[in-house]
T-cell receptor, first 113, second 113 residues
Framework: EAGVTQSPTHLIKTRGQQATLRCSPI?????VYWYQQALGLGLQFLLW???????NRGNFPPRFSGRQFPNYSSELNVNALELEDSALYLC????????????FGPGTRLTVT | GQQLNQSPQSMFIQEGEDVSMNCTSS?????WLWYKQDPGEGPVLLIA?????ELTSNGRLTAQFGITRKDSFLNISASIPSDVGIYFC?????????????FGKGTHLIIQP
């Protein structure tokens, strides 16, 4: 969906480091979802933020965290990186009012070496 | 957790042919979405379905929300080269977005000239 941006496009880190990924939503979308797309595993739900609060998280350890800012942009932080964290991380802002389509950004490709 | 079985895993078809793919769930979903993902990009929303039995079209694409709420299918008529990509079904259990989306593993569509 035009307007959803993620940065950086690519990120290379070493095991044990921390990574910060950013997402800027479409205007008017107050919710944001984060997904991990690892090779062979499909898209897995990570986190859901709405109105600045973490509302739900998927089956991921606490070293995956994030936040949502007053302008509804969002960050995903991954601490103590492990090799298996290498994946495409996608944010998906979502509208409200009963329509739950999620519009994905282009993703950040995280490589952990 | 929720499981979505998407089939077929891949399809090799001739340009101009019609395509059909489907998803089944072990439990009820209240929202079904279909996405297409091209290499290096995030998934793009194709069709969203909110009611059991709903049949929705988007150009050459048609999708239906199964009556049992446990399945959905996507048809593509008269395929063209730009239809190549990976198609994902996705469902929301709560319908309110709180659980994120559960994704199928994708159908890889390959069109032979």
């Amino acid at each position: 969906e035009a307007g959803v941006t993620q940065s950086p496009t690519h990120l290379i880190k070493t095991r044990g480091q921390q990574a910060t990924l950013r997402c800027s939503p479409i205007s008017g979308h107050t919710s944001v979802y984060w997904y991990q797309q690892a090779l062979g595993l499909g898209l897995q739900f990570l986190l859901w933020y709405d109105e600045g609060e973490e509302r739900n998280r998927g089956n991921f350890p606490p070293r995956f965290s994030g936040r949502q800012f007053p302008n509804y942009s969002s960050e995903l932080n991954v601490n103590a990186l492990e090799l298996e964290d290498s994946a495409l991380y996608l944010c998906a802002p979502s509208g409200t009012g009963g329509r739950y389509e999620q519009y994905f950004g282009p993703g950040t490709r995280l490589t952990v070496t | 957790g929720q499981q979505l079985n998407q089939s077929p895993q891949s399809m090799f078809i001739q340009e101009g042919e019609d395509v059909s793919m489907n998803c089944t769930s072990s439990s009820i979903f209240n929202t079904w979405l279909w996405y297409k993902q091209d290499p290096g990009e995030g998934p793009v929303l194709l069709i969203a379905l909110y009611k059991a039995g709903e049949l929705t079209s988007n150009g050459r694409l048609t999708a239906q929300f199964g009556i049992t709420r446990k399945d959905s299918f996507l048809n593509i008529s008269a395929s063209i080269p730009s239809d190549v990509g990976i198609y994902f079904c996705a469902g929301s259990y709560t319908g309110g977005g709180a659980d994120g989306l559960t994704f199928g593993k994708g159908t890889h569509l390959i069109i032979q000239p």
